[in-house]
């Protein structure tokens, strides 16, 4: 039972289910986002459903509008997500320069080094 209770409380099964629940609800955001974007693609050129259209008797309409929903769909997350999460990680946790002139051989001199002080 303790070995239950303790993979219940571990750090990344809660975190896990955290940004499960919090995608599932972002889901619906950024959903209605694009049925806004696809309303006004359908402002400026018609209706923004293709499911309809079906040149020579091929019925490609519903996979056009699923095309041009999921590249919607992908620049929405990218340029309202994506990008600002990496600049807010740049400006608030800074990677660490890399050391100057280390090489592969010494740093794992370095870490030899050390874990043969430990023991």
Do not use: C, W
Not at 41 to 52: E, L, M, R, V
Not at 85 to 99: C, V
């Amino acid at each position: 039972m303790s070995g239950f209770k303790k993979f219940l409380l571990q750090g990344d099964l809660v975190a896990l289910a955290v940004a499960f629940i919090i995608g599932g609800a972002f889901a619906t955001v950024v959903k209605s986002l694009v049925a806004v974007i696809m309303d006004l693609i359908g402002k400026a050129g018609g209706t923004p459903n293709f499911s309809s259209y079906t040149p020579h008797g091929v019925h490609v309409g519903a996979f056009i509008t699923a095309l041009i929903s999921f590249v919607i769909l992908a620049a929405v997350v990218y340029f309202f997500i994506v990008v600002p999460y990496t600049r807010a990680k740049e400006r608030f946790f800074p990677t660490p320069p890399a050391a100057e002139g280390a090489t592969t051989e010494s740093l794992l001199a370095e870490i030899r080094d050390l874990l043969a002080a430990r023991q």
